[in-house]
């Protein structure tokens, strides 16, 4: 079971304590550029460090009434946010006020019949699933560990699971995550909406389970790409200090992601399903009970990710209909940058975020066809008023 209020704190104590910290060190400058300055949506006139910056340019006109031209069925980045004075970079509106598949309107009939078409050529399927139970009593982040009871029923035997729904691989929900500023999910959605009398379905995940998330997945396989790398002659320095649970040295930059893309020969489609290999999964296997409960003692959870930047943004708003990896928040954090991941993508653009993938059978597949495209299936519980659920995913070659 999910309790909202467990993951709340330490994102919150993260963005507030990183909002106020300059760009100090080299590795930063080298690779995320100087935030823009943040204005409050409130009060236009006066800057502080939770309040978001204006576009770069005023954005084009936007009409929902016509649908005729590319414009309107994908407005571009710099048209972001669509509707404001909504919040930073959002997109509410875009499919209408009561929408809550946000970007997975993305993959229509056509795109995931053309995705089965291309994609399955040998039949071989693999699960992306990690073991429920896979962090045992440590979990990483706190939420507590799986509890798993089998009893007797009479002739027969019945049981009984209990466990933060964050834990293992898992799709978060439009209603996880919110603008942390305003307190606003995706196309507006309040907390009364969600811990309200009646507890409320807006922005429930079941809603997905009535379609999956069915479509053309890429592989990004940047932790075997880092390795490769270290075996050349004068390596990056970054790539050697990378440490996923460090994440002072484990944002993945656009250019990394572009260049594990050419690397593998891998070309995007709009309306894709980008699955992120940090090499964070592998990592914690390999670490022992004392390191794991080391690292959770250190108190500022740290961990490899996606670099938090506009350009990465822009890569993915322009391509993606979901976003998924193996680390445990898709986004390296603590974020660098005034604004996180997943207030835009879940909060802004209703785009599902996945985390905890296990990938090590998917990228030992996709290294032996040479290929590192497949049809992705995954379908979510049917749990109105979920935050979150098992991926249940396989990807089929």
Known sequence: MFCYSTCY????????????????????????PPPPPR?????????????????????????????????????????????????????????GPNDELGTLNRLSPAIVAAASKTEIKT??????????????????????????????AGPYYDEVWDYNSQVSSHWDSLRHFPYIQERKFYNGVEDGDILGEGNGTRNSIHVWSERGIVGRGVLVDFHSWRLKQLE???????????????GETSGILLEDVRAVLKWQGTKVRFGDILIVRSGWTVGFNNKTREE????????????SGLEQSLPMMKFLWDNFSAVAGDMPGVEAYPARANFTMHEVLLAGWG?????????????????????WSFFLTSEVINLPGALASPINALAIF
């Open 232 to 246: 050349g002659r004068n390596p990056e320095e970054r790539f050697k200090r990378f440490d996923p649970f460090v």
């Open 39 to 95: 204005y409050s949506l409130r009060h236009h006139t006066a800057p502080h460090h939770h309040a978001y910056p204006p576009p770069p340019f005023p954005p084009p006109p936007f009409h929902r009434q016509t649908t005729k031209t590319k414009l309107q069925r994908h407005p571009p980045f710099s048209s972001l946010p669509l509707n404001p004075p909504a919040p930073y970079l959002s997109a509410w509106g875009l499919y």
């Open 351 to 371: 785009c599902p975020m996945g985390e905890l993938f296990d990938l090590e059978a998917l990228a030992a597949e996709a290294k032996r066809q040479k290929r």
């Open 292 to 303: 794991i409960l080391a690292l959770q003692r250190a108190g500022s959870i740290s961990a």
């Open 9 to 32: 704190p330490w994102w919150c104590s993260m963005v507030s304590s990183y909002a106020l910290t300059p760009l100090h060190n080299s590795l930063t400058l080298n690779y995320l």
């Open 123 to 152: 039949g071989v399927r693999v699960s992306l699933n990690w073991a429920m139970n896979a962090q045992g009593n440590e979990s990483f982040i706190n939420r507590g560990n799986f509890g798993h009871r089998i009893y007797p």
